[in-house]
């Protein structure tokens, strides 16, 4: 079985950096310590996945694309699906669960996905997605626990450091991610080998982080909270991405729904950046103090698509949910 390998992020990276223009590193100052960030809701369909999406969708051979590609998610990996299909002349259908934000759903259609609806809570995503897929002949493309996704995602990393190098910033020394099933935070872990890695989950999602620390995957309970992070409820992470992470002694932290917001109004006023709930999740990390600045450390901000109304309530400083404190 094929495994990710840093040989296949630098390999990816030159793909990227073939179609789309890097996204910016900017720095600003968290607690006294200049902290870099990568604006990965800068990507053209706002977030990093496109990354893993073209690395893979090249990946399939010429004679296998008509009959397509099908993917499943709450919405940033299936625009970088719908996206590279879209580029690459590729029918693509997308899994998408019924609750995901309707920006998210409405920008996979509009590059030219078939979305099929699903309940969470109730159905097995995974198993509509390989349904269709057989039924179709098309290529099933997971949203992480695939070696190209992952080497895709680690793009990020070898992008970013030669941006740091060039504006002066240094080695990376630590990078922090926001994390749903994992392929972002591994696909880094390969990308910056001497560089430590921090994931970070919203309070109650946080199952890479009590895997990472109890050596073996935990699950998300059924009693997870609702959250905002509607990119990071994933119920498990895969074998693949933890045995990445766990090799590099990577650890986990959580955040609460009330720090994720304000690492969204900290983005807009700082940094001049929409950023949607599940990517601000690593900059709530660091603004709450739960992972302290350091020399070198790189913050993912891995995506900005939010439903307007939702953003407008958290500058606003409103609750998200029903009864929830702001």
């Known amino acids: 079985m094929r495994q990710p390998t840093r040989a296949g992020v630098r390999d990816a990276a030159a793909k990227i950096a073939a179609v789309v223009p890097p996204t910016p590193l900017l720095t600003a100052d968290i607690h006294g310590q200049v902290v870099a960030f990568k604006a990965e ?30 993917a499943f998610s709450s919405g940033n990996h299936a625009q970088g699906v719908a996206w590279a299909a879209r580029a690459l002349g590729m029918p693509c259908v997308i899994v998408m669960p019924a609750d995901a934000p309707k920006v998210k759903r409405d920008a996979t259609l509009a590059m030219g996905g078939e979305v099929v609806s699903y309940d969470r809570r109730t159905e097995s995503r995974e198993k509509i997605a390989a349904y269709l897929a057989h039924a179709r002949g098309a290529v099933l ?34 990078v922090v991610a926001p994390c749903g099933g994992g392929g972002l935070a591994a696909g ?24 990472l ?6 699950p998300v309970g059924d009693d997870a909270p609702p959250t905002a992070c509607d990119s990071l409820q994933t119920m498990r992470v895969s074998e693949r991405t933890f045995e990445v992470l766990a090799r590099r002694d990577a650890h986990g932290v959580a955040v609460s729904e009330a720090e994720v917001r304000a690492a969204q109004r900290w983005a807009a006023a700082k940094l001049r950046l929409v950023v949607e709930p599940g990517g601000a999740v690593a900059l709530a990390a660091l603004l709450s103090r739960r992972v302290e600045p350091m020399p070198g450390t790189l913050v993912m901000l891995s995506g900005g698509n939010t439903d307007p109304e939702d953003y407008a309530r958290v500058l606003a400083g409103e609750a998200v949910f029903v009864g929830e404190p702001a």
Not at 46 to 61: Q, V
Not at 169 to 174: D, K, Q, S
Not at 189 to 208: F, H, I, K, N, S
């Open 41 to 70: 809701c800068l990507q053209p369909m706002g977030a990093f996945k496109l990354r893993g999406a073209w690395h893979r969708l090249t990946a399939i051979a010429a004679e296998d694309r008509a009959r397509g590609v099908v």
């Open 141 to 174: 493309v997971p949203s992480f626990d695939d070696p190209w996704i992952i080497e895709g995602q680690g793009s990020a990393g070898i992008e970013a450091a030669r941006q740091a190098e060039a504006q002066g910033f240094g080695p990376i020394g630590r």
């Open 188 to 211: 880094l872990a390969l990308a910056l080998p001497e560089a430590a890695v921090v994931t970070a989950e919203p309070v109650g999602w946080d199952d890479m982080a009590r895997s």
């Open 213 to 218: 620390k109890a050596g073996w995957i935990e």
